[in-house]
């Protein structure tokens, strides 16, 4: 095949070029091919100069500005806001300061952190049974019953009235206290105790068979309460000195507080009476006692009455203040 006078000319050119000569021609055609391949590339790709970039958008956030450590209430001298992109912000991050003061922390934080919803709770309740407590008080509990427990009326967040009565009788009296007032119920704990049911039948649960109806009966067990720190030092040592009662105070009471406290009870009048039991006593045979002799009056008896009455058994009668026979 005969080529074109063109490619024939070429060919004759490259032919002709020593070693070197074919380096710098090489040279020149791959600095074309690249210039070629990036006008190209510059004419398809956007602008991408600082001058034609779109603005950012920013938005500020809530940071840690130290460790902040499980169950830490936040405080302003934690915190810091900054700005940050928005792609790099979580849906839920928190943008204002005032939001978050005061709630407790739910997972530890560390310095930088963005805080999100997720990382606190809601309020101080939701930090589980400590959330609850009053920051000035603790909490303590008492062992009750139905009498002592309000028949289990008593319900975690209503206010009570703590009494105590004195187990023990000292001079024929018995003391009762209203040792605390207006004191807050964190909580109830009941036992579960099972019963049966008389002259009702049914099958056990556990094998099937016939036999006595089981019914669950939920009592009151302790009591748990907010009380002071030295409060909480009465209370336990009124325990052990007596019996403890709850009493349940009304929603709305009309008089907050009781002045009258103390209540003391005289038993029998002070004195303790004590009941020995009967001794039987033991058989004897009859014993036959011997009648008194008798004295006659000094008074004299007219001759007709005494002849009558001579030698046999006389009747003594008296008549106002004399007597005869």
Do not use: H, W
Not at 45 to 64: G, Q
Not at 198 to 204: A, F, H, N, R
Not at 222 to 249: C, D, F, I, N
Not at 313 to 322: F, P
Request: charged share 20%; proline share 8%.
């Amino acid at each position: 095949m005969k080529l074109p006078k063109v490619a024939e000319s070429i060919v004759g050119f490259i032919e002709g070029l020593t070693p070197r000569g074919l380096l710098l021609l090489s040279a020149v055609a791959g600095l074309l091919a690249f210039g070629i391949f990036f006008l190209v590339l510059s004419s398809i790709m956007p602008d991408k100069s600082p001058e034609s970039r779109p603005e950012m958008a920013m938005v500020k956030v809530v940071t840690a500005k130290r460790d902040i450590p499980v169950r830490t209430e936040l405080k302003e001298e934690m915190l810091q806001v900054i700005e940050m992109p928005k792609s790099a912000v979580p849906e839920d991050a928190i943008k204002e300061m005032n939001v978050v003061l005061g709630k407790p922390v739910r997972s530890m934080i560390f310095s930088g952190d963005i805080l999100t919803g997720r990382k606190l709770f809601p309020n101080q309740k939701e930090a589980g049974f400590t959330g609850t407590i009053p920051a000035n008080c603790r909490a303590v509990s008492l062992a009750i019953d139905d009498v002592t427990g309000v028949a289990g009326f008593a319900l975690p967040g209503d206010y009570v009235d703590v009494m105590t009565v004195s187990d023990k009788v000292k001079d024929g009296k018995v003391t009762g206290e209203i040792l605390l007032q207006n004191v807050l119920l964190l909580s109830i704990n009941k036992i579960t105790d099972s019963a049966n049911v008389g002259g009702e039948k049914g099958k056990d649960s556990k094998d099937g068979k016939e036999g006595d109806k089981v019914r669950t009966v939920d009592a009151p067990a302790t009591a748990t309460l907010a009380v002071l720190p030295e409060e909480a030092l009465r209370l336990m040592v009124a325990s052990q000195a007596g019996k403890v009662y709850l009493v349940l105070r009304p929603f709305r009471p009309a008089e907050p507080y009781i002045v009258n406290t103390d209540y003391t009870i005289t038993l029998n009048q002070g004195k303790k009476t004590e009941t020995a039991p009967a001794t039987p006593m033991p058989a004897s045979a009859p014993v036959s006692v011997p009648a008194p002799a008798y004295t006659p009056p000094a008074q004299s008896y007219s001759g007709s009455y005494e002849a009558s009455y001579a030698g046999g058994s006389s009747i003594e009668v008296i008549r106002g203040t004399q007597s005869s026979r």
